[in-house]
Each structure stands twice: as structure tokens, then as C-alpha cells.
């Protein structure tokens, strides 16, 4: 077990530890690209080196510092001067900002929540991206927060409490996928996809059962008023309208990390 209590850091020492944290999220959003690049694609994450995705060219690493060399090279391939989307340098600065922002909220004697509230972090961004624009969400994702956070558990909490975690996991996994069953029978459209349901069970494992059905119900909130706005907009019906819900569940995931302790209070 490993005990992140006492005073662990400095106020001068805290800012530093702020500095870094901003630099690694920095560099966990660079890979974060890589993961929102070619996970849909079905490319390896690991081995296949940073190329050009016009020319092939292999990225140099000095040409592959993250948010430096977007800003250098302006945007562009230094070999065929393809424009790069302002995505990449955006995904960067964000999971720099979050990863930052979080440990700030962190009290300085007690960084217990940390590993696991940025590890969930990172992979929500990703989810959510890349729900948003292919309407999937990797398995290889999920299944990772899912060991990711039970390990986190083990270390941090010991072991009777991340099998407290996996039960909660076990139920989760259980009543998401009856109700994305049911509803795939009863109203005869998906009603909550099996992409949905594991990243909702790998949330259940991060946080425990009440924070997740706070997560639930923000997110469904965030949902329905993109649902009715999207109908609205397009003079369509409520139910033509597709809702990719793994985005919300991130931007809710996210949004409860910030405000736990306020989440706490109702759930
Ligand atoms: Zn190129």
C-alpha cells in the first residue's frame, strides 16, 4: 500500500509539481492524438514511429515536441507542408490545462484521488473525441481504464478495496447492458450502445457506484438537451436524432472530477 498522506509538498514545491504536471499532460495529449488518430483505423499505438499522415514522412523528434512544434512549424509538415488541424495542438493544450488544473484541486496532503482521476481523464478525452467524430468507442480504451483503475485501487487503497471496485464494475456492467438489450428490443434502435455501457463500467471501477450515477445523470441531462436542440434545429423528431452519448459521458466524467466534492452532496 502506498500512502500518499502527511505533507507531502512545499508551497514553492507545489508549484513546480503544478509546472511538471502541465508538461506531462502536455506530452500524455500528444499520445492521446496518436490513440484519436489510429485507434479507429485499427493502426498500432505503439509501434508504427509519428509519420506525416500526407507524405509518409517519419516526424523527427524534434519536430514532435508537444505544443512547441505546432506552434515552430506553424501547423504545417516540414517536408510537404500539409496543414496539421488545430486539433492536435488543441487536444495538447487541454490535457495540459486538465492534468494541471486537477492536481491544483488536489489537497496537498492527500493526492490518493490523483493517479486515478487523471489516468480517467486522459482516456475520457479520448473517447469522447473520437465518439464524437466516429461514433464508436474503442475497446482498447475501456478494457485499459477498466485494469488501469483496478490496479490504481490495489496500490493506492489496498485489496479488499478494488474488489469493493470490480463489484461495483460486475453490477454496472450488468444493468447498463440489460437496459442497452431491452431497449435494443423494445424500441427497436439503440437505445445505449455496448461502447456506452463498457465505458460506463470502466467508470463504475475508477469511482464507485454513487459518483457514477451522478456521471449518469449529468450526462443523460447533457444529452437530452443536445437531442432537443439537434431536433429543433433540423425540424426532425426527437428520436431521429443520433446522440453520441459517449461524448457526454466524458464531458460529465470530467465535469466530476472537477466538482467531487460538490457531487458528494447528492450522490
Ligand atoms: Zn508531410
Given at each position: 500500500m502506498l500512502e500518499f498522506y502527511g505533507q507531502l509538498l512545499e508551497p514553492e514545491m507545489r508549484g513546480w509539481f503544478l509546472?511538471?504536471?502541465?508538461?506531462?499532460?502536455?506530452?500524455?495529449g500528444s499520445f492521446l492524438n496518436v490513440c484519436i488518430w489510429r485507434m479507429p483505423l485499427n493502426e498500432s499505438?505503439?509501434?508504427?514511429?509519428s509519420?506525416?499522415?500526407?507524405?509518409?514522412?517519419?516526424?523527427a523528434w524534434y519536430d514532435n515536441i508537444p505544443l512547441v512544434s505546432y506552434i515552430v512549424l506553424r501547423g504545417?509538415?516540414?517536408?510537404?507542408?500539409?496543414?496539421?488541424?488545430?486539433r492536435y495542438f488543441v487536444v495538447e493544450l487541454i490535457t495540459a490545462v486538465l492534468f494541471c488544473g486537477i492536481t491544483a484541486l488536489q489537497n496537498n496532503s492527500d493526492y490518493s484521488f490523483l493517479p486515478i482521476?487523471?489516468?480517467?481523464?486522459a482516456v475520457l478525452i479520448a473517447a469522447g473525441i473520437i465518439d464524437f467524430e466516429h461514433g464508436i468507442i474503442p475497446d482498447k480504451l475501456t478494457i485499459f481504464l477498466l485494469i488501469a483503475a483496478g490496479c490504481l485501487h490495489w496500490w493506492i487503497n489496498g485489496m479488499s478495496v478494488m474488489f469493493d471496485?470490480?463489484?461495483v464494475a460486475v453490477a454496472v456492467a450488468a444493468v447498463t447492458g440489460i437496459i442497452a438489450w431491452a431497449g435494443k428490443i423494445i424500441f427497436k434502435r439503440t437505445v445505449l450502445g455496448w461502447g456506452?455501457?463498457?465505458?460506463?463500467?470502466?467508470?463504475?471501477?475508477?469511482f464507485g457506484l454513487m459518483p457514477l450515477a451522478g456521471i449518469i445523470a449529468l450526462s443523460a441531462v447533457l444529452g437530452i438537451i443536445s437531442g432537443v436542440a439537434g431536433a429543433v434545429k433540423r425540424k426532425e423528431k426527437i428520436a431521429a436524432q443520433e446522440i453520441r452519448y459517449g461524448v457526454f459521458i466524458a464531458i460529465a466524467g470530467i465535469t466530476y472530477i472537477f466538482f467531487r466534492d460538490w457531487f458528494s452532496n447528492y450522490f
Amino acid at each position: 500500500m502506498l500512502e500518499f498522506y502527511g505533507q507531502l509538498l512545499e508551497p514553492e514545491m507545489r508549484g513546480w509539481f503544478l509546472v511538471v504536471m502541465f508538461l506531462f499532460g502536455a506530452c500524455v495529449g500528444s499520445f492521446l492524438n496518436v490513440c484519436i488518430w489510429r485507434m479507429p483505423l485499427n493502426e498500432s499505438i505503439v509501434f508504427a514511429p509519428s509519420h506525416c499522415t500526407k507524405c509518409n514522412a517519419k516526424i523527427a523528434w524534434y519536430d514532435n515536441i508537444p505544443l512547441v512544434s505546432y506552434i515552430v512549424l506553424r501547423g504545417k509538415c516540414r517536408h510537404c507542408h500539409e496543414h496539421y488541424t488545430i486539433r492536435y495542438f488543441v487536444v495538447e493544450l487541454i490535457t495540459a490545462v486538465l492534468f494541471c488544473g486537477i492536481t491544483a484541486l488536489q489537497n496537498n496532503s492527500d493526492y490518493s484521488f490523483l493517479p486515478i482521476a487523471l489516468t480517467t481523464t486522459a482516456v475520457l478525452i479520448a473517447a469522447g473525441i473520437i465518439d464524437f467524430e466516429h461514433g464508436i468507442i474503442p475497446d482498447k480504451l475501456t478494457i485499459f481504464l477498466l485494469i488501469a483503475a483496478g490496479c490504481l485501487h490495489w496500490w493506492i487503497n489496498g485489496m479488499s478495496v478494488m474488489f469493493d471496485f470490480l463489484a461495483v464494475a460486475v453490477a454496472v456492467a450488468a444493468v447498463t447492458g440489460i437496459i442497452a438489450w431491452a431497449g435494443k428490443i423494445i424500441f427497436k434502435r439503440t437505445v445505449l450502445g455496448w461502447g456506452d455501457v463498457k465505458l460506463l463500467t470502466a467508470l463504475g471501477t475508477a469511482f464507485g457506484l454513487m459518483p457514477l450515477a451522478g456521471i449518469i445523470a449529468l450526462s443523460a441531462v447533457l444529452g437530452i438537451i443536445s437531442g432537443v436542440a439537434g431536433a429543433v434545429k433540423r425540424k426532425e423528431k426527437i428520436a431521429a436524432q443520433e446522440i453520441r452519448y459517449g461524448v457526454f459521458i466524458a464531458i460529465a466524467g470530467i465535469t466530476y472530477i472537477f466538482f467531487r466534492d460538490w457531487f458528494s452532496n447528492y450522490f
